[in-house]
């Protein structure tokens, strides 16, 4: 699809990385946060509160958050499977 994309691994939240966040951001003006949580009060909350506290004017399009479904996570497997980001959810 001719799509690239800077992949940041953050290997510790707590100190959360941040100026490893925003060298990517300062690179790539984007940021789209990939996380199998819920929205609320994620990491991907925090991160995105990051790139606008302290990398918004390098920001060339908004912040694009994906995250897991906002629901107890099914017992299922196939509604299992459901619930998480999946490639086309990113792309």
Do not use: C, H
């Not at 004017?57 to 017992?75: K, M, N």
């Amino acid at each position: 699809k001719g799509i690239s994309a800077e992949v940041i691994n953050l290997r510790t939240l707590r100190p959360l990385d941040r100026d490893t966040i925003m060298k990517s951001i300062v690179k790539t003006s984007r940021i789209v946060s990939v996380e199998e949580g819920w929205p609320q009060s994620g990491v991907g909350s925090e991160i995105t509160a990051v790139a606008v506290e302290e990398a918004f004017d390098y920001l060339d399009a908004p912040i694009e958050r994906v995250t897991g479904a906002d629901i107890p996570t099914p017992y299922a497997a196939n509604l299992e499977k459901s619930a998480f980001p999946t490639v086309d959810d990113i792309v």
